[in-house]
């Protein structure tokens, strides 16, 4: 009802009208003359004209103030009120009633409420797969998933083992045990996500009579291949980097299971090629390292293709040469490092245009060589790296100038050693490590004194081996990487005694063998 205030101004208004005007005008109930209830009588007498004003609850009519009147409603449902079914009714006061609403599903409304999975072929976005099946179509019935079709096509954790969707189930291990894999002894296990625990595994610690033939060092972890092609890993492990099943750190070589050929480890992951050619990555591949399109990281080595014979890893990205001479690469690619032509992150390898003779990778850099000992690079080039003349990241590969037999390239700097034993050296040249005392950084290489057959670069120091055999640090020193025995910088080659075969500078260590 409205206030008297409304009533005085329907009176007004009332007569402002005139009652016997034999019309019913808004605010009147009737007018002389107008038979109201439709009975053959006239109903209204003067003194019952305009005596009504205000909202006319009943007539079916949404007025103004009303917040329903028969069956109209202002947008309100038992839905929109916090019921989960029924029907929403208007009282005789024009109130909203509902008496008629429900907490309890109605199923088949054709609405679906959050305590139904589903509401005929309203399936919320839910799907076989999103409900961890490996395929199938998800259906409803009676408000609840019909899973059927979806179970067909199996799950994790079904006890049954769908070997190309995971690599155990349960106590499902595919016949395999530690010993199988490579491991001394111990008891393999399948955890939550279908795949192998290898913690219960003993991996073969310290190899007390092992002569390393290759070696390769990066951050804070080495890995080396025996003269019986044995594997070993050591150094820290956050990420599985070691390949030895678990993420735990190890200060002894750490067994790696199977027979190698070459390996590479980068900051979190490592690649390897075996005996037979086939590529295997293990560790961190959050950014698609392993180029298996996926982002499913392994503490052991997983497979990823057969055909290779050299793998190079840069920090987030890795590049393989097969043996037709084709040269792939996968992974990050911001700064152009997979040398594609473009910067997209790739989790398949795509091809670096040509044909090639060997590769090495820097963190967010690649260098290959050709069959005619062309030098090309490419990849972030922020410290004239590339060696081209330019601060210009690269996507695709440039000429390094010179005729070269192999280089090397970390983070800020490279070195190679051209056909005819010389060493030079270009990028930042902090801590002294392109080997010269007068410039800040080049561009373009600049030539370090003598004779040598290999090289390479940490991340501020370099290491060489001269055609003598004999071994030459120079850069940075502070932690000792340069093995002189002291922690002073120094641009100037200083020798290490002895005759060596190999050297590989991490980046804050150095790991070389001797002959």
Partial sequence: MKTGLTICITLLLAIAWGCDSGTDHKGEICDNGTDDNQNGAIDCKDSDCAVFCGIT???????????????????????????????????????????????????????????????????????????????????????GFNVASCETHGRCG?????????????????????????????????????????????ANVGCKDCSFTTISSNHHNTCGIATDNTLWCWGLNDFGQLGIGTDTSSNLPVNVPGRWSQVQIGYSHACGVKTDGTLWCWGDNQLGQYGDGTTISSTIPAYIAPGYKKVAVGTWHSCGLRDDGSLWCWGYNFSGQLGNGDTFQHLFPVRVADTWVSLVSGEEQACARKDDNSLWCWGLNDFGQLGNGSTMDSVLPHPVEGEWKEASIYSRHACGIKTDTSLWCWGDNSYGKLGDTEVGMSFTPLQVAGEWKKVSVGCHHTCAIGSDDTLWCWGQNGLGQLGTGLTEDTATPHHLGGTWQSVSSGCYHTCATKS
């Fill in 57 to 143: 609850c009943g007539n079916g009519i949404l007025d103004e103030g009303e917040v329903c009147d028969g069956d109209q409603f202002s947008m309100e449902s038992c839905l929109s009120l916090g019921f989960h079914s029924g029907a929403l009714a208007c009282s005789a006061s024009c109130h909203l009633d509902t008496s008629g609403c429900s907490q309890t599903p109605l199923c088949g409304d054709d609405q679906r409420s959050d305590l139904e999975e589903c509401e005929g072929t309203d399936l919320g976005e839910e799907t076989c797969e999103s409900l961890g099946y490996y395929g199938g179509e998800l259906s409803c019935t009676a408000c």
């Fill in 158 to 202: 079904d006890t049954v083992l769908q070997a190309e969707h995971e690599a155990c189930d349960g106590a499902m291990l595919g016949g395999l045990t530690c010993e199988g894999i490579g491991f001394v002894d111990g008891t393999l296990a399948c955890n939550e996500q279908c795949e192998f625990d290898y913690s219960g595994c003993r």
